[in-house]
Structure formats: C-alpha cells, structure tokens
T-cell receptor, first 109, second 115 residues
Framework: RKEVEQDPGPFNVPEGATVAFNCTYS??????FFWYRQDCRKEPKLLMSVYSSGNEDGRFTAQLNRASQYISLLIRDSKLSDSATYLC??????????FGAGTTVTVRA | DAEITQSPRHKITETGRQVTLACHQT?????MFWYRQDLGHGLRLIHY???????NKGEVSDGYSVSRSNTEDLPLTLESAASSQTSVYFC??????????????FGAGTRLSVL
C-alpha cells in the first residue's frame, strides 16, 4: 500500500461549482498535513496546511479525519484559475514529506 | 526576497556522462531535499540533508549522490546518467521544527533528458 494515495481524477467541473477530493495516508502517527498546488510543468506551491480542527482559506476548505486517516480539500465557487493538480503531503519521519501523486482538477467555462 | 533556485532549468546529456544539478537557497534552511517527478509516480525522494555535512538516502537514491558543504547548496550528481533518469528534478528546503515549519518550498525544477 502506498503511504499517501489520491484519486488522480481528472475532476472536470464548470465554473462556480464545488469540487472536493480526498487523500488517504497509511501512517496513523503522522502529525502534519499539507495541500500543494502544482500547475503544469511548474513547481509545487503550498496551498494550505491542514489542521486537526479543519481550516478554511477563502474558497478552500481542508479537513483532517484521523480516525479514517484521510484529509480532504473542498473548493467552492470554482474559478478557471483553479485548474491545476493538487498534491497532498504528509509528514514522514523527522522533516520529510510523503507526497501523493496528485488529483487533477479542470474547471471549464 | 529569500528564494530557492535551481540550475540549469533544462539539460540534455548522453548516457554515461556525469551530470550535476545545482540547488541554492537563501532562507538559511537546515533541511534540503531532492525529488524526481515522473508521470504516475508523483514526487519521489532521492536524497535529503538536515544540515552541513549531513546527507541521507531517499527512496530512489541509486545512481545519485549529494554533498552539503554549506547551508545554502545541495548539488545533486548523477554519476553515470542513464535513460531511466530522464525526469523533472525538484529541489526543496524547509526549516527544522514542527507544524508549519515542515512546509517545504520548491525550486522551479530542472528538466533532464538523457539520450
């Protein structure tokens, strides 16, 4: 089983729609979780950290479910500019992160 | 502004040649990482370092080496390039600590083709 797994998608949604997807992780002792955004052929950039109580940043909401070992990302009121691949990252060991392979989101006009 | 830079951005080489990819960060971060990204595999860790003179193997370290002689730089060397090492390579750095300090910041990547 991979340490971090994501539904690769693609999720193809119209502008203004809500899209949500999950990321499962295998290590129950993991303490830090992150969502990164990666545009085609570019470097991953931090979108948001995921806190145990859940957190929101504008149209983006991240949730952590420790019991079922997954994190989720919800995007409300999707914009064309939200089209990207979203990588989840889970702390592994001291300072390493284990990354999922990414979920591709395409927002259409 | 502090940043992390990789060079070259694109590289074409031949099998068997030694290649070195540079990574330089100005955040004074202790931790530095090298990943490769291939379709279907996501980011895979090659080597990492938690400080000067510290280096560690990641999950796909065969055929690669790193050295850390100062805080700012972690060059990645392909000892004898192979076609299987054709990939996009990302360098990242982070602080030491917990929580948000585990955030890794990435360079723009090096696209390497081994012919």
């Amino acid at each position: 089983r991979k340490e971090v797994e994501q539904d690769p998608g693609p999720f193809n949604v119209p502008e203004g729609a809500t899209v949500a997807f999950n990321c499962t992780y295998s290590n129950s002792a993991s303490q830090s979780f992150f969502w990164y955004r990666q545009d085609c052929r570019k470097e991953p950039k931090l979108l948001m950290s995921v806190y145990s109580s859940g957190n929101e940043d504008g149209r983006f909401t991240a949730q952590l479910n420790r019991a079922s070992q997954y994190i989720s990302l919800l995007i409300r009121d999707s914009k064309l500019s939200d089209s990207a691949t979203y990588l989840c990252a889970v702390k592994k060991g001291d300072y390493k992160l284990s990354f999922g392979a990414g979920t591709t989101v395409t927002v259409r006009a | 502004d502090a940043e992390i830079t990789q060079s070259p951005r694109h590289k074409i080489t031949e099998t068997g040649r030694q290649v070195t990819l540079a990574c330089h960060q100005t955040w004074n971060h202790n931790n530095m990482f090298w990943y490769r990204q291939d379709l279907g595999h996501g980011l895979r860790l090659i080597h990492y370092s938690y400080g000067v003179h510290d280096t560690n193997k990641g999950e796909v370290s065969d055929g690669y080496s790193v050295s850390r002689s100062n805080t700012e730089d972690l060059p990645l060397t392909l000892e004898s390039a192979a076609s299987s090492q054709t990939s996009v390579y990302f360098c990242a750095s982070s602080e030491s600590g917990s929580g948000a300090k585990n955030i890794q910041y990435f360079g723009a990547g090096t696209r390497l083709s081994v012919l």
